[in-house]
């Protein structure tokens, strides 16, 4: 059974910084891509940031910059390391990762981890 487990959220003042990890379990398989989100209160759901199997990374407009998501494959681990925080930042932040063979992967969610930034 698949699981992605994240941890590293908290709280932290408005200019500081937090690393949330990713950590799949349970398959053979590496993350091919993989991608945080959140969901502050009263908003939708928003793409953070992504990465695909290749490296190549994306990121929301609002945390470009401030942001950065990482991977370890021997781990099989996602990060993503945030700074300069802000109190707009608060929210729930949900690791999704495609895990499986090339053809047949999979999506899963993380249980989400609470990020709150005080000003």
């Known amino acids: 059974q698949v699981q992605l487990v994240e941890s590293g959220g908290g709280l932290v003042q408005a200019g500081g910084s937090l690393k949330l990890s990713c950590a799949a379990s349970g398959s053979i398989f590496s993350i091919n891509a993989a991608a945080w989100y959140r969901q502050g209160p009263g908003k939708q759901p928003e793409l953070v940031a992504g990465?695909?199997?290749?490296?190549?990374?994306t990121y929301a407009d609002s945390v470009k910059g401030r942001f950065t998501i990482s991977r370890d494959d021997a781990k099989n681990t996602v990060y993503l390391q945030m700074n300069s925080l802000k109190p707009e930042d608060t929210a729930v932040y949900y690791c999704?990762?495609?895990?499986?063979?090339?053809?047949?992967?999979?999506?899963?969610w993380g249980q989400g981890t609470q990020v709150t930034v005080s000003s």
């Open positions: 990465t695909t199997s290749g490296g190549s990374t």
């Open positions: 999704n990762a495609r895990i499986g063979p090339i053809i047949g992967a999979k999506n899963y």
